[in-house]
Each structure stands twice: as structure tokens, then as C-alpha cells.
T-cell receptor
Framework: GIQVEQSPPDLILQEGANSTLRCNFS?????LQWFHQNPWGQLINLFY???GTKQNGRLSATTVATERYSLLYISSSQTTDSGVYFC??????????FGAGTRLFVKA | GAGVSQTPSNKVTEKGKYVELRCDPI?????LYWYRQSLGQGPEFLIY????????DSGLPNDRFFAVRPEGSVSTLKIQRTERGDSAVYLC???????????FGPGTRLLVL
């Protein structure tokens, strides 16, 4: 089945810094989503982005489907950005495959 | 409006017992997903419903796990003869039609002693 790899696995930032999280996938995908899991375990959808670029406030995402990767940009990071960021894909069915996540800690 | 809700929020049971976990999706969402998340890992797909039918149950680990959605709204995940390895957070998500943004519930934390 499709493999989803996220990097880096862990990231520590000083508040105000920018960062880029990467998601590589091993096969063509029909859909790609980015999620944030907060320290209390709640998963929040950030972007539904099978291709192209989207922006929402300090966050933006780009998916290059032909090269099988997606990037999540976080600008001017805040302590509330801490948590785990997941990339999730499906290949045309409904089985959604999650990566292992990037664990982000933003220091005040 | 109300989001996805899951009950109970926590469940402690003994090895060998039967448990039921409930998911109430967002009203009007026809697609419903169940996932299992172990500590330090990403969610693992279990089953997908479109309406009342299970369109993909390929993620259910074995025949001790079963899920239903009889009226196309509320879903119940049923685990028979629980094992310690079943301990995890069980997450439910819904989406309007499927293959779109998924909205997750808070999860049920299951601990099998």
C-alpha cells in the first residue's frame, strides 16, 4: 500500500520563527489533508489540498502531486501551534492513510 | 453547529469483556470513519461508512471488531473478547459526502486491563 513519510519527526521552535513541514507519499493520491492534533488530542483539519496552494492566516500548504509531496508552512509561530501535525492521503477509495506526524513544540 | 461527539470519553475494561463505543456524526454527514490511534502514532483506518453500509472495512484488525450504522447517522464500534493490545484512542470522523475534509470527534480512550 501507499507509504506516507513526514519530516522532520520532531521540531522545536522559538515563538515567532517560521517552519516548513514535509509530507512525501509513494503513489498517486486522490486526496490529501493536513491536520493538527492539539495537546488534548483533538484533531483539527487545516487544509484539504490534493493539489495546488492554499493559505489560511499564518498557515499555508502546497501539494505537488506530480512529484508526490506536500509542504505545510507555519509563519510567525505561536505557542498554541504546538502539537502534532499529520498528513493524510487516500488513493481514490475511502481508506485514509496517515503519516506518523511531526511533533512541534513552540517555546515562549 | 454541533461537532462530532463520541461516548464514552474514557472506558476501562477487563481482558475478555465486550465493549461498545458510540459516535454521533455531524448532522447531515453521510460519510463516517472509524480510526484507532496508539500512543505516538498516527490514526489507523478501521472502517468507512457511506450511509448505512460499510463501504470499506479493510482496516478492521480481526473478527473481534465490528461496526454498525443502522440508520445512517449514529455508529457503534463493537469489540468482543477485548485484549490488552486493543488499548488505544478510538476516533470517529465524518464528512458531508466522503473524499472531502474530515471532521474528528474527541475520541474514546479505551484501556483494557
Amino acid at each position: 500500500g501507499i507509504q506516507v513519510e513526514q519530516s522532520p519527526p520532531d521540531l522545536i521552535l522559538q515563538e515567532g520563527a517560521n517552519s516548513t513541514l514535509r509530507c512525501n507519499f509513494s503513489d498517486s493520491v486522490n486526496n490529501l489533508q493536513w491536520f493538527h492534533q492539539n495537546p488534548w488530542g483533538q484533531l483539527i483539519n487545516l487544509f484539504y489540498i490534493p493539489s495546488g496552494t492554499k493559505q489560511n492566516g499564518r498557515l499555508s500548504a502546497t501539494t505537488v502531486a506530480t512529484e508526490r509531496y506536500s509542504l505545510l508552512y507555519i509563519s510567525s509561530s505561536q505557542t498554541t501551534d504546538s502539537g502534532v501535525y499529520f498528513c493524510a492521503v487516500d488513493t481514490g477509495g475511502f481508506k485514509t492513510i496517515f503519516g506518523a506526524g511531526t511533533r512541534l513544540f513552540v517555546k515562549a | 453547529g454541533a461537532g462530532v461527539s463520541q461516548t464514552p470519553s474514557n472506558k476501562v475494561t477487563e481482558k475478555g469483556k465486550y465493549v461498545e463505543l458510540r459516535c454521533d456524526p455531524i448532522s447531515g454527514h453521510t460519510a463516517l470513519y472509524w480510526y484507532r490511534q496508539s500512543l505516538g502514532q498516527g490514526p489507523e483506518f478501521l472502517i468507512y461508512f457511506q450511509g448505512t453500509g460499510a463501504a470499506d472495512d479493510s482496516g478492521l484488525p480481526n473478527d473481534r471488531f465490528f461496526a454498525v450504522r443502522p440508520e445512517g447517522s449514529v455508529s457503534t464500534l463493537k469489540i468482543q473478547r477485548t485484549e490488552r493490545g486493543d488499548s488505544a484512542v478510538y476516533l470517529c470522523a465524518s464528512s458531508p459526502l466522503g473524499q472531502e475534509t474530515q471532521y474528528f470527534g474527541p475520541g474514546t480512550r479505551l484501556l483494557v486491563l
